[in-house]
């Protein structure tokens, strides 16, 4: 309704929010259904959202057109607008926690891994400041990277991903000790 002369601009026709802050509201829910989107399907699954949620989110991540995609991700949007996004925030920043770690930590965690996977007496020293390691998952866990080690040396590094599992769990395991 347009304003006339000496209209009140307190009236309650003013009241509640903004078109454009309505547009940031639903810029920012479809964003955070991006990062959700974004995701692997295990963290969306665990993430314990509604059903209707989630079957558009898979479906998001089925489709390949463009077009498609994007209207997807804007009804993704609005039903995260009508719904409760905890779940949905929460998962997003569990998955992206282990990026925000100190790189300090990182580089230490990395020198630990290095000294424990070369050196049998760096364990005594790694078991003797962080006991909560001092279990056998730990040494076994261990283990089995140093195993994976040789594997990849004897192969020249010719070895995917998928065959260094231990020593990436090793690093992780060394990393929540750190912090």
Request: contains cysteine; positive net charge.
């Amino acid at each position: 309704m347009p304003r006339r002369f000496g209209q009140d601009f307190d009236s309650p026709e003013d009241d509640g929010p903004s078109r454009s802050e309505l547009k940031r509201a639903a810029q920012a829910q479809q964003a955070l259904g991006e990062a959700f989107c974004a995701l692997p399907n295990a963290a969306i699954e665990a993430a314990g959202i509604d059903e209707w949620l989630l079957e558009a989110v898979l479906e998001y991540k089925r489709l390949k057109n463009f077009e498609a995609r994007r209207r997807q991700m804007q009804r993704i949007g609005k039903l995260l607008r009508d719904g409760d996004t905890t779940p949905v925030r929460s998962a997003v920043d569990r998955h992206h926690q282990g990026k925000s770690i100190d790189p300090k930590i990182q580089n230490l965690a990395e020198q630990w891994r290095n000294r424990l996977l070369s050196d049998d007496g760096a364990l005594a020293e790694w078991t003797e400041r962080y006991p909560q390691c001092n279990n056998p998952a730990f040494r076994g866990l261990l283990r089995q990277a140093r195993r994976e080690m040789t594997h990849v040396a004897e192969t020249d590094g010719k070895t995917g991903r998928a065959q260094r599992r231990a020593y990436r769990a090793l690093f992780q395991q060394i990393r929540d000790a750190l912090v």
